[in-house]
């Protein structure tokens, strides 16, 4: 789950356009052979791809993600029956079966924004956006608790941090000439914002090194 707001659209998009890559650890064209999940979109809906080496489920979601305006996206995954299911802002969206589909156990690394080597700079859309309170968990949330965790910065409990949140980045904080987000959770999967110089002409490719977490991570 993530909040996101975008600042400015480049071109002019339309649904079925080319689809920009947000957040994931699979690439960003759906290749099957690539397990995990990307979460893409442009200024009129955003979507999702889990795939688990031989096939892959895809959902959009129709709804316009308004330039200055904080949009509350997330999605489920839930293995047992290969359902993957969409929230905008609390509200439900599509869910989509697709039988067959197992497990996503992804070890590839995970990029906010485009995945290096992929050219989608040239000649099509791009969606400038700002992130913030990007969390990842293990287990499915239910309804309720997406709702709970919108409405809610997520905090510690009594008896500590959920089991299944396997890391929560604000995506907020500056430390002089750098850039860092912590993880606030026990894990404490940090992240270091160092730039270097973009693979095409485009937004700043980005790398980002959480010491011991099971991902690589780069950002634009």
């Not at 993530?2 to 890559?21: F, M, N, Q, R």
């Not at 509350?72 to 359902?83: E, V």
């Amino acid at each position: 789950e993530l909040w996101v707001k975008p600042l400015y659209t480049a071109g002019d998009p339309k649904i079925g356009s080319e689809h920009i890559p947000i957040l994931g650890n699979m690439p960003w064209d759906e290749w099957a052979h690539s397990p995990g999940f990307c979460i893409y979109g442009n200024s009129y809906f955003w979507g999702v791809t889990v795939g688990d080496r031989r096939d892959v489920v895809k959902a959009d979601h129709k709804v316009t993600l308004q330039p200055g305006r904080w949009s509350h996206l997330c999605f489920t995954y839930q293995s047992s029956t290969a359902t993957l299911a969409l929230y905008t802002d609390g509200v439900p969206g599509p869910k989509v079966q697709r039988p067959g589909l197992g497990p996503v156990e992804a070890r590839n690394s995970l990029y906010f924004g485009q995945e290096p080597g992929q050219a989608f700079c040239a000649n099509r859309d791009i969606v400038t956006l700002c992130l913030s309170n990007v969390r990842m968990w293990s287990a499915c949330r239910s309804p309720d608790q997406i709702v709970e965790c919108m409405n809610y910065l997520y905090q510690e409990g009594p008896t500590g941090w959920d089991p299944n949140l396997i890391a929560s980045w604000p995506m907020g904080e500056t430390v002089g000439d750098r850039k860092v987000t912590e993880d606030w959770t026990d894990h404490e999967y940090h992240i270091t914002f160092n730039a270097r110089p973009p693979v095409r002409p485009g937004p700043t490719l980005r790398t980002l090194d959480p010491p011991g977490m099971p991902y690589g991570v780069a950002a634009v």
